[in-house]
């Protein structure tokens, strides 16, 4: 419990720091050129924060639930964040491009490699503590 | 689970998820949908998307339950706590936000699509359970 506590809290900070710097600074002029994004900028950065720390926690959740179908070191974390990554971007983030008025097709690649890599050091940080975990068993 | 399998499931969970959806995105909430300023009109979609995205979803799905179907029990019922765990990942990082980040979305509407995630998960899940039962009978 204390460990997947730990591991919740590292990856919803790693998340918020990486979500902050990628969608709050690059993107954020693009975002402003959405018109169907505009509640971006209404003041709802808590939910943002709040929103990546649940995804943390879901993350993690199910790590401890599918962990034995993958390789019990960092590399397999890894692969499970990438396969977390690409299970949760695709077609979601292809359909928002048609779904959202003024939503650039271009931006749903960038979403979906952005989620994709972040899930993978989200699986690093999961291996990581996995790993110092049976370090110390 | 073979790719024979791999196969069947992506096209049974496909054919049920757009038959699903057309009932319940194109008729029950198309009023709902049209109603949201960020949306664009659902009629201006090309409805082959639609049906391409459900099937590309099955496969992906089926896909992800190969790799990790080790880990539940092999049963229909074990699949289906696959199906609902799996929808249940693939929901909260995205519904949610979705819900903050367009204007005119309805909250409800993100709690509603969390329980159509769950049950669209939990009959995928079932179905995948079907299809890679161990074959006792003919042992």
Redesign the interface.
């Known amino acids: 419990m204390k460990q997947f506590l730990i591991a919740t809290i590292a990856i919803g900070v790693a998340a918020n720091l990486l979500d902050g710097i990628i969608h709050g600074i690059f993107l954020e002029s693009t975002y402003a050129a959405i018109?169907?994004?505009?509640?971006?900028d209404t003041g709802?950065a808590g939910?943002?924060i709040f929103?990546d720390f649940?995804?943390a926690l879901?993350?993690t959740w199910?790590y401890g639930?599918?962990?034995?179908?993958f390789d019990q070191n960092p590399n397999g974390a890894v692969l499970y964040g990438i396969?977390?990554g690409?299970?949760?971007a695709?077609?979601?983030f292809?359909?928002?491009a048609?779904?959202?008025?003024g939503f650039p097709y271009w931006l749903s690649w960038v979403w979906t490699i952005v989620l994709v890599v972040e899930f993978a050091i989200y699986g690093a940080i999961l291996g990581a503590l996995t790993k110092k975990k049976t370090a110390t068993a | 689970m073979k790719i024979k399998q791999l196969l069947l499931g992506t096209v049974i969970i496909g054919v049920i998820w757009n038959i699903a959806d057309f009932i319940l995105q194109g008729i029950i909430l198309k009023s709902t949908y049209e109603s949201i300023?960020?949306?664009?009109s659902m009629d201006s979609?090309n409805p082959v998307?639609w049906i391409?995205?459900d099937f590309?979803?099955a496969f992906?799905?089926t896909w992800?339950f190969r790799?990790?179907?080790?880990?539940f029990e092999r049963s229909p019922q074990g699949a289906m706590l696959f199906g609902v765990?799996?929808a249940?990942?693939?929901a909260?990082?995205?519904v949610?936000?979705?819900g903050?980040?367009?204007?005119g979305?309805p909250m409800w509407l993100a709690w509603l699509w969390l329980v159509q995630y769950i049950i669209y998960g939990a009959v995928a899940g079932y179905i995948l359970g079907m299809l890679s039962k161990p074959k006792i009978a003919t042992a």
Do not use: C, D
Request: hydrophobic share 60%.
């Open positions: 018109p169907s994004m505009g509640a971006m709802k939910w943002f929103g649940v995804a879901v993350f199910f639930r599918v962990h034995s179908s396969y977390f690409i299970i949760v695709i077609p979601t292809m359909f928002n048609l779904q959202f008025k | 300023s960020g949306y664009v979609i998307w391409l995205f590309i979803q992906l799905v992800f790799k990790v179907m080790s880990s765990f799996l249940i990942i693939l909260v990082p995205t949610f936000i979705e903050i980040t367009v204007k979305f």
